[in-house]
């Protein structure tokens, strides 16, 4: 199984670079490109989502299926990066997500429209720079106001 394309790292600072470089990669190629042949190599088999649902917890099988839902339902998502900080093996972001709802997402159909919300992920790397758990906090009740999909 390959890792990250980062060279390996050996000093703090520079494992810490490889997680930013990691988390910045996952969400620009794997979310927003929809680039699911780079998820082995940026996650790790044991991977714990926190945040998920209990079924779609474990594993990368269930990045695959959140990955492939959102480009889906978003297939113009953006993710734009406001800012990340990271110590010995976590990195924290906070960003936007946004794009337009072009295709079924929880049970509705597409709406056709634009949506913009902030998020924060919180991840935690393994030793061969791979995700082992995220945490993430998203606002999902401004998302589902702007798909006009709650009141």
């Not at 620009?28 to 042949?37: A, C, K, M, Q, T």
């Not at 990955?67 to 110590?87: H, Q, S």
């Not at 634009?114 to 401004?142: I, K, S, Y």
């Amino acid at each position: 199984m390959t890792t990250t394309s980062s060279p390996a790292a050996s000093s703090p600072s520079e494992i810490v670079a490889r997680n930013r470089d990691t988390m910045r990669r996952i969400y620009l190629e794997i979310i927003d490109s929809g680039r699911v042949d780079l998820i082995d190599s940026h996650f790790a088999p044991e991977l714990t989502n926190h945040t998920a649902p209990e079924p779609l917890r474990h594993g990368t099988e269930a990045i695959v299926g959140l990955v492939t839902m959102l480009r889906t339902a978003f297939p113009d998502c953006r993710t734009e990066i406001e800012d990340m900080v990271g110590t010995g093996d976590v990195v924290v972001m906070r960003n936007w997500f946004s794009g337009t709802h072009l295709g079924p997402f929880l049970g509705n159909e597409p709406t056709g429209r634009p949506f913009r919300f902030r998020q924060m992920h919180w991840m935690r790397f393994g030793a061969d720079g791979r995700v082992t758990d995220h945490w993430g906090l998203r606002d999902d009740v401004a998302h589902l106001q702007q798909l006009g999909l709650t009141r």
